[in-house]
T-cell receptor, first 113, second 116 residues
């Protein structure tokens, strides 16, 4: 089955530690995105990548880093510099072109204490 | 003013009711419009795209008014399974390089609860 997978579903970390969230897709989509969602708020764009080896900052990139070494994979690292890392992180992908519809993975719920 | 604004609700309606959600957007250059549905603690899923002429998918009808920068979603004959958060989503095209990959901006969502 084609889709987007994120792992793990729940993640707990101590403050000051970096943590990497996985996102893999087998939809052959060119573009991939990372969002965070906080309670009662809409999704906010962290980073996006249009093609392999290229990525751009979104609206709230501070404290995060990404890589895009393979078309299928777009991991997100939440660094210790991110002041409020506890959130629901969602990865999405879309095909190149005019449709703009994005398809989401199941998300990773990160809790930092 | 928020880029995409929705009434957060919650809307509590009985089964069989008709309910309408509204959404306004601030950027007149917006090109594409969507409604996504998000169940509690799950990822958003595309419900339907919104076209200028309006479009219908079963019990769901979406309307777009570009002049007023306004989008609506109408749900007829509500079912218990319609209970979810409905996200209004707007795209205004190019993020970079002249190729549009769809920078989506999400509203905060409208909560719908359908009760027996």
């Amino acid at each position: 089955d084609g889709g987007i997978t994120q792992s793990p579903k729940y993640l707990f970390r101590k403050e000051g530690q970096n943590v990497t969230l996985s996102c893999e897709q087998n939809l052959n989509h060119d573009a991939m995105y990372w969002y965070r969602q906080d309670p009662g708020q809409g999704l906010r764009l962290i980073y996006y990548s249009q093609i392999v080896n290229d990525f751009q900052k979104g609206d709230i990139a501070e404290g995060y880093s990404v890589s895009r070494e393979k078309k299928e994979s777009f991991p997100l690292t939440v660094t210790s510099a991110q002041k409020n890392p506890t959130a629901f992180y969602l990865c999405a992908s879309s095909i190149q072109g005019n449709t703009y519809e994005q398809y989401f993975g199941p998300g990773t719920r990160l809790t930092v204490t | 003013r928020k880029e995409v604004e929705q009434d957060p609700g919650p809307f509590n309606v009985p089964e069989g009711a008709t309910v309408a959600f509204n959404c306004t957007y601030s950027n007149s250059a917006s090109q594409s419009f969507f409604w996504y549905r998000q169940d509690c603690r799950k990822e958003p899923k595309l419900l339907m795209s919104v076209y200028s002429s309006g479009n219908e998918d079963g019990r769901f009808t979406a309307q777009l008014n570009r002049a007023s920068q306004y989008i609506s979603l109408l749900i007829r004959d509500s079912k218990l399974s319609d209970s979810a958060t409905y996200l209004c989503v707007v795209n205004w095209g190019v993020i970079g390089g002249g190729t549009s990959y769809g920078k989506l901006t999400f509203g905060q969502g409208t909560i719908l609860t359908v009760h027996p």
